[in-house]
């Protein structure tokens, strides 16, 4: 893979859903397609909110899935709230010992 | 939980070396620490790992052969140590705890390192 490539930003409103998307990914089914995605707040340090693919850590609200479908996983937010407005980030190997990080999308919730 | 303490800022020289610690209290340090670097108004940018069970490393290849990555288990502290540094080395260094090289469950607070003549 060459790189993970994400949406520099997307929007929503409160209450609305939205999805982010990473494409580039590896479309097999090993242990090396698996996904992470991360959520930046400014300033902070980043925070998981999903891990292999579709499971969320303990404490991330069930607002947050995951999916993956070929070479392109997607991150869902549903009924977005106003402290979901943060920096996302996918990432996902590059080979079996190192990894990528796609550009991060900028999500605003207006 | 393991909370990541990482050590102060630090302003450098062109052409010099840093040294950045991680210190994990509450837990061990996972199957592997990670080093993620973030320039100004930028992404995140992986750098590598280190396994605190076995040593092993694996690096980036745009810092590998400047960069070295290494644990002390006796005192749950991982060590990032980059040198010739440029300042396109200048940025937030973070190190996290993860289960697999992705999957990164804690983070420390950042480290600014400033390169600058």
């Known amino acids: 893979q060459s790189a993970l490539t994400q949406l520099a930003s997307v929007s929503g409103s409160p209450g609305q859903s939205i999805t982010i998307s990473c494409t580039g990914t590896s479309s097999d089914s090993g242990p090396y397609s698996s996904v992470s995605w991360y959520q930046q707040h400014p300033g902070k340090a980043p925070k998981l909110v999903i891990y292999?693919?579709?499971n969320r850590p303990s404490g991330v609200p069930n607002r947050f899935s995951g999916s993956k479908s070929g070479n392109t996983a997607s991150l869902t937010i549903s009924a977005l709230q106003t402290e979901d407005e943060a920096d996302y980030y996918c990432?996902?190997?590059?080979?079996?010992?190192?990894?990528?990080f796609g550009g991060g999308t900028r999500l605003t919730v207006l | 939980q393991v909370h990541l303490v990482q050590s102060g800022a630090e302003v450098k020289k062109p052409g010099a070396s840093v040294k950045v610690s991680c210190k994990a209290s509450?837990?061990?340090?996972?199957?592997?620490i990670t080093w993620v670097r973030q320039a100004p108004g930028q992404g995140l940018e992986w750098m590598g790992w280190v396994s605190p069970i076995d040593g092993k490393a694996g690096y980036a290849q745009k810092v590998e052969g400047r960069v070295t990555m290494t644990t002390v288990t006796s005192s749950n502290t991982a060590y990032m140590d980059l040198r010739d540094l440029t300042s396109d080395d200048t940025a937030v260094y973070y190190c996290?705890?993860?289960?697999?090289?992705?999957?990164?469950?804690?983070w420390g607070q950042g480290t600014l390192v400033t390169v600058s003549s």
């Open positions: 996290a705890r993860g289960w697999t090289l992705i999957w990164l469950d804690s």
């Open positions: 292999e693919v579709s």
């Open positions: 509450g837990s061990t340090l996972g199957s592997y």
């Open positions: 990432t996902s190997y590059r080979s079996s010992d190192t990894v990528f």
